[in-house]
């Protein structure tokens, strides 16, 4: 085995260990031997809400642990394929399972990082175009781009719900789920405004434009949340589905549109031809902004009368700018810079992430 991939293997192995010890396979086997014992017990559906939280919790940790056993087993396997590999003279297949086994213990090192109640849960985003007209619009599909990019290649699918496209370029506003566990984690740091410095493509005099586009991030949200929705709180429409430049994309009034009368949020979904499906989709979106919008007000009472020590979760702040002219990308919120815009727009985003994801855990450790 060559050098190079004995040290590549060594440092797996501590990354390994050290988040075994974070996450205590021992502890999580204790808590599965509990949640069993209260799975068993034929009396847990008397409490659907109690019963569902148990399940789910069980799952979790079941999962947790054959993924770490999964990797350690992997890992132990690799100096055996290396072998194996020597003999035929061929390592191409162990170099692919080394690159597999490095993807798949990174991902999981980010989730040790990740604290947060709602962290675990896949992500909504909602995209919306802001000052700077057209260029603003093909900003916001920059940016939906670059997040389709980034979950695709790792292995996340998308769905679209819904997508308002503006009259000469780009669009008006987006929304949008991201499947996996940790999304909410992982995307919730993009939360906030998104500056582009650009010379714009649709000035003929080649003038250097600003814009904005301000993206959202929420959980999605689950049955124990509980969020109520009386029917009398909300405004159904439905209307046609459209596509780029106002097309029809279907001849039935599938889309829908759900306004909640006392918040006045609006959120739309056509991604289904069906009128149900749609309203569902809708339902689950408004339910995760409802709950959302409630934490923040709970936030700001317990924030009365001191400073945020964290700022990364400010929404209205403009977080990051991306400066085309200079191939830069800064970060305002913890200074990061780096010059591949191109690679991160591109969804090329884990460096970012990881400074940003390094930079709120000191903060968090300096503020407790």
């Given at each position: ?156 699918k998308v769905d679209v719900y819904d997508i308002s496209y503006a009259e000469e ?62 029917d009398n709180d909300v405004r159904v429409d439905v209307y046609r589905s459209s ?126």
């Open positions: 085995m060559q050098p190079e991939v004995s040290a590549d293997l060594s440092d797996l192995d501590g990354t390994l260990t050290t988040i075994e010890k974070v996450m205590d396979p021992e502890a999580l086997a204790a808590r599965i031997r509990e949640l069993e014992a209260q799975a068993g017990d034929p009396s847990l559906w008397d409490d659907p809400v109690h019963a569902q939280k148990v399940t789910s919790e069980l799952s979790a940790a079941q999962a947790k642990v054959r993924k770490l056993e999964a990797l350690r087993g992997r890992l132990e396997d690799m100096p055996v394929m290396y072998e194996l590999a020597e003999e035929e003279g061929d390592s191409s297949l162990a170099d692919e399972e080394l690159d597999s086994l490095e993807s798949a213990i990174e991902s999981l090192e980010v989730t040790t990082m990740l604290s947060g109640e709602y962290d675990p849960r896949e992500a909504v985003i909602n995209i919306r175009s802001g000052a700077g007209g057209v260029d603003a619009a093909d900003w916001a599909e920059m940016l939906m781009r670059m997040y389709t990019r980034w979950a695709e290649k790792h292995g996340h370029a780009g669009i008006k506003s987006a929304t949008f789920v991201v499947h996996g566990e940790y999304m909410y984690g992982q995307l919730s740091v993009e939360q906030g405004a998104h500056r582009l410095v650009r010379i714009s493509p649709f000035d003929n005099q080649g003038r250097r434009q600003t814009s904005f586009a301000e993206v959202e991030v929420l959980p999605v949200v689950e049955q124990t949340d509980h969020i109520d929705i009386p596509g780029p430049g106002g097309q029809s994309v279907n001849t039935t009034d599938s889309a829908v549109r759900i306004t909640h009368l006392p918040t006045g949020i609006v959120v739309t979904c056509q991604k289904e031809r069906s009128q149900i499906q749609n309203k569902a989709r809708a339902l689950q979106v408004l339910a995760a902004r409802l709950q959302a919008l409630a934490e923040e007000q709970a936030e700001a009472e317990a924030a009365q009368g001191r400073a945020a020590q964290i700022r990364t979760l400010d929404r209205s702040e403009r977080i990051r700018t991306y400066n085309w002219p200079e191939n830069r990308i800064s970060d305002h919120r913890i200074g990061f810079k780096a010059n591949n815009l191109d690679s991160v727009l591109n969804g090329d985003m884990e460096d970012l992430f990881t400074a940003l994801r390094t930079a709120e855990r000191a903060a968090r450790l300096e503020a407790e």
